[in-house]
């Protein structure tokens, strides 16, 4: 149990005039119930007001031990509505601090109210939320713990929150920001530019550290005039010299304090953002990811090789989301079976397909993503979803069938909560799946599954290792697909046999073995000539391509790590002068027919011997 020691301060003390004269000057009636009433404690669209809509996200949050202490600074003109205001709601009426000020008078600036606060209420030595009470924003779409988390993960510096505006909104009415996308830093904070082509804009919702208090301080001892002692100016003055840290929200955050009547009319009627694309009647967003073939140069991809992959629209696994009161994954009747008609029949079961249903996917998929967005400082909202899946891609025999289930969790988690490609950049989305599946399940894995499942289609790949290391990623190249070859798949209908063996190709690897390293460089040659070969619709070289990828492979790997029926396939395709190689892992091969009479004559053998042949369809989505 953690004792909490973070404070948190409302400022709802700024003087201007603008909205309550409008209101006061309307002669239609509609707002009389509004003269006086303090901006903070204007009703939003659900009647709450704006203030409510903060209490009861930082009162969430005290209930789980984020702040020892909530405090209101306002000015001497509103101070006995926010008083009337704390004891109707339970807020400490102790709390609610009066600056002084009055329209006669001027404010005495944001950052000067803030540090009331601290000075006043022996605040000195506690890590310290500030947040503007006159902010507008939808309490179904914001998390205030993820705020905190994020700044717990970077506590070498403060954090200031940020969004990005939309296509009205003017640079000259906020703070903009630049955030380094790595690090997460802000680079540059410019206080109201008349332009910028930066469209992050800081908002005040700022966690400082306990450390920077005294450098708060200094800055307003610095500058006496009360239109220099606002949170922008300070932000200019101190990101150049202090780690400052950048978290995005996932929505509008409006500032009521200088609009309008009718901006507040417009801003309290706007509809709230929603999820892109994929929304059913029902309320249900579905995402479907395709299977994939390796073309060429696989398994190189985990050894800083290069890859040719196809997304196939035979096989598919599709995720489905929807808002719910808690957080569900319902489980699949045929891949998560609880139930069993016996011992034996549960034997049977997990003999044939192990442990390895898609819940505990979906379940690890939600647990990275969290940590992703609270590492990485997106904020994402408060709400629950139900997730369930449904798959056709068979199993165990290395079509990638996991990573569909994750990618395609992914897609719906990214869609549910706003998260755009921006946020996770979409060479960056296969890191992610890799993270789910090798780094909390411990499924032996590459990212090309992964590259080929986010982009579709058909993707060239580079895993160099100078590249990989500077760029956390590969180089990720979109073939056309428009003349492509007719591939075909055999797969093993029971896959018991599709390669199990040991082999020790990976520590020879690791350890320098150059027969290792040079084969793997010679996947990569294979790539890099088949790709040329797919520009001039060379057919028979690809085949021949082909040939020479499972060639290497099966010399690398031997007979008993490739498995006797992955051997029979090939041998088949090899008897009727086409070519194969593995699709994936092992328990199915990729083929093509370099005359294609020979294809029929070669699906009837494979089927004679108990595999499942297949046409593929090229899944052209992306173009």
Same mark, same amino acid.
């Given at each position: 149990?953690?004792?909490?020691?973070?404070?948190?301060?409302?400022?709802?003390? /700024?003087?201007?005039?603008?909205?309550?004269?409008?209101?006061?000057?309307?002669?239609?009636?509609?707002?009389?119930?509004?003269?006086?009433?303090?901006?903070?404690?204007?009703?939003?669209?659900?009647?709450?007001?704006?203030?409510?809509?903060?209490?009861?996200?930082?009162?969430? @949050?005290?209930?789980?031990?984020?702040?020892?202490?909530?405090?209101?600074?306002?000015?001497?003109?509103?101070?006995?509505?926010?008083?009337?205001?704390?004891?109707?709601?339970?807020? !400490?009426?102790?709390?609610?601090?009066?600056?002084?000020?009055?329209?006669?008078?001027?404010?005495?600036?944001?950052?000067?109210?803030?540090?009331?606060?601290?000075?006043?209420?022996?605040?000195?030595?506690?890590?310290?939320?500030?947040?503007?009470?006159?902010?507008?924003?939808? !309490?179904?779409?914001?998390?205030?713990?993820?705020?905190?988390?994020?700044?717990?993960?970077?506590?070498?510096?403060?954090?200031?929150?940020?969004?990005?505006?939309?296509?009205?909104?003017?640079?000259?009415?906020?703070?903009?920001?630049?955030?380094? !996308?790595?690090?997460?830093?802000?680079?540059?904070?410019?206080?109201?530019?008349?332009?910028?082509?930066?469209?992050?804009?800081?908002?005040?919702?700022?966690?400082?550290?306990?450390?920077?208090?005294?450098?708060?301080?200094?800055?307003?001892?610095?500058?006496?005039?009360?239109?220099?002692?606002?949170?922008?100016?300070?932000?200019?003055?101190?990101?150049?010299?202090?780690?400052?840290?950048?978290?995005?929200?996932?929505?509008?955050?409006?500032?009521?304090?200088?609009?309008?009547?009718?901006?507040?009319?417009?801003?309290?009627?706007?509809?709230?953002?929603?999820?892109?694309?994929?929304?059913?009647?029902?309320?249900?967003?579905?995402?479907?990811?395709?299977?994939?073939?390796?073309?060429?140069?696989?398994?190189?991809?985990?050894?800083?090789?290069?890859?040719?992959?196809?997304?196939?629209?035979?096989?598919?696994?599709?995720?489905?989301?929807?808002?719910?009161?808690?957080?569900?994954?319902?489980?699949?009747?045929?891949?998560?079976?609880?139930?069993?008609?016996?011992?034996?029949?549960?034997?049977?079961?997990?003999?044939?397909?192990?442990?390895?249903?898609?819940?505990?996917?979906?379940?690890?998929?939600?647990?990275?993503?969290?940590?992703?967005?609270?590492?990485?400082?997106?904020?994402?909202?408060?709400?629950?979803?139900?997730?369930?899946?449904?798959?056709?891609?068979?199993?165990?025999?290395?079509?990638?069938?996991?990573?569909?289930?994750?990618?395609?969790?992914?897609?719906?988690?990214?869609?549910?909560?706003?998260?755009?490609?921006?946020?996770?950049?979409?060479?960056?989305?296969?890191?992610?799946?890799?993270?789910?599946?090798?780094?909390?399940?411990?499924?032996?894995?590459?990212?090309?599954?992964?590259?080929?499942?986010?982009?579709?289609?058909?993707?060239?790949?580079?895993?160099?290792?100078?590249?990989?290391?500077?760029? /956390?990623?590969?180089?990720?190249?979109?073939?056309?697909?428009?003349?492509?070859?007719?591939?075909?798949?055999?797969?093993?209908?029971?896959?018991?046999?599709?390669?199990?063996?040991?082999?020790?190709?990976?520590?020879?690897?690791?350890?320098?073995?150059?027969?290792?390293?040079?084969?793997?460089?010679?996947?990569?040659?294979?790539?890099?000539?088949?790709?040329?070969?797919?520009?001039?619709?060379?057919?028979?070289?690809?085949?021949?391509?082909?040939?020479?990828?499972?060639?290497?492979?099966?010399?690398?790997?031997?007979?008993?790590?490739?498995?006797?029926?992955?051997?029979?396939?090939?041998?088949?395709?090899?008897?009727?002068?086409?070519?194969?190689?593995?699709?994936?892992?092992?328990? @199915?091969?990729?083929?093509?027919?370099?005359?294609?009479?020979?294809?029929? !004559?070669?699906?009837?053998?494979?089927?004679?011997?108990?595999?499942?042949?297949?046409?593929?369809?090229?899944?052209?989505?992306?173009?």
């Amino acid at each position: 149990f953690c004792i909490a020691t973070m404070k948190c301060v409302i400022l709802v003390a /700024g003087l201007d005039q603008r909205l309550e004269d409008e209101v006061k000057a309307d002669t239609t009636g509609k707002y009389e119930h509004l003269c006086g009433v303090p901006k903070a404690l204007l009703p939003t669209a659900d009647k709450a007001t704006l203030l409510d809509n903060w209490w009861d996200a930082i009162r969430w @949050a005290q209930t789980r031990n984020q702040f020892s202490g909530v405090y209101l600074v306002t000015n001497a003109e509103k101070f006995k509505h926010y008083e009337r205001w704390a004891t109707a709601t339970g807020f !400490p009426r102790e709390n609610v601090i009066n600056d002084g000020t009055t329209g006669s008078t001027g404010g005495i600036g944001s950052l000067a109210d803030l540090w009331l606060a601290l000075s006043s209420r022996n605040m000195l030595d506690s890590d310290v939320m500030v947040v503007s009470g006159d902010m507008l924003f939808n !309490p179904k779409r914001f998390d205030i713990m993820g705020v905190c988390s994020f700044f717990n993960a970077h506590k070498d510096g403060d954090v200031a929150c940020y969004y990005e505006m939309g296509d009205q909104e003017k640079s000259s009415n906020r703070g903009i920001v630049r955030v380094d !996308p790595s690090t997460k830093r802000i680079t540059e904070f410019v206080e109201k530019p008349e332009a910028s082509d930066s469209r992050l804009a800081s908002i005040v919702f700022y966690i400082f550290r306990k450390e920077t208090l005294p450098v708060l301080k200094d800055f307003l001892d610095k500058h006496e005039e009360a239109d220099q002692r606002h949170f922008g100016n300070f932000f200019e003055h101190f990101v150049p010299k202090s780690p400052v840290y950048g978290m995005k929200l996932p929505d509008h955050f409006d500032l009521i304090g200088s609009v309008g009547l009718d901006e507040y009319e417009a801003i309290l009627h706007r509809e709230p953002s929603q999820p892109k694309s994929g929304i059913s009647d029902n309320g249900r967003m579905l995402c479907r990811t395709y299977a994939r073939v390796g073309v060429l140069g696989n398994p190189s991809d985990g050894f800083n090789g290069k890859t040719i992959s196809l997304s196939i629209k035979n096989f598919w696994a599709e995720v489905s989301i929807e808002e719910s009161d808690k957080i569900v994954l319902i489980r699949h009747p045929l891949n998560d079976p609880t139930t069993f008609g016996s011992l034996a029949d549960l034997h049977s079961v997990s003999v044939h397909e192990q442990y390895m249903g898609g819940l505990r996917l979906m379940q690890a998929t939600c647990k990275k993503f969290h940590e992703y967005c609270s590492g990485q400082g997106i904020a994402i909202a408060r709400k629950n979803f139900t997730l369930r899946y449904d798959t056709n891609i068979p199993r165990q025999v290395g079509l990638a069938g996991s990573s569909a289930i994750v990618t395609s969790t992914m897609k719906c988690l990214m869609s549910f909560f706003s998260v755009s490609d921006t946020d996770i950049p979409k060479n960056k989305q296969p890191n992610f799946v890799l993270s789910v599946e090798q780094g909390e399940l411990g499924i032996n894995a590459g990212l090309q599954d992964r590259v080929i499942q986010v982009y579709g289609g058909l993707v060239y790949m580079d895993f160099d290792k100078t590249v990989m290391d500077r760029d /956390g990623c590969g180089i990720y190249e979109p073939l056309p697909t428009t003349e492509l070859p007719q591939f075909w798949l055999s797969y093993l209908a029971d896959p018991s046999d599709s390669g199990k063996a040991h082999n020790d190709v990976r520590k020879r690897f690791d350890t320098g073995d150059e027969e290792v390293r040079e084969g793997m460089r010679g996947f990569a040659n294979i790539t890099d000539r088949g790709k040329a070969a797919l520009a001039a619709q060379d057919i028979g070289v690809l085949a021949d391509l082909m040939d020479e990828n499972f060639a290497l492979r099966r010399k690398l790997y031997t007979d008993a790590a490739l498995g006797k029926a992955n051997l029979q396939m090939a041998a088949i395709a090899a008897k009727h002068k086409a070519a194969a190689k593995f699709s994936g892992s092992g328990g @199915a091969v990729v083929g093509l027919c370099r005359d294609p009479a020979q294809l029929p !004559p070669l699906r009837d053998e494979m089927r004679a011997k108990g595999f499942v042949f297949v046409k593929l369809i090229p899944n052209r989505d992306n173009e």
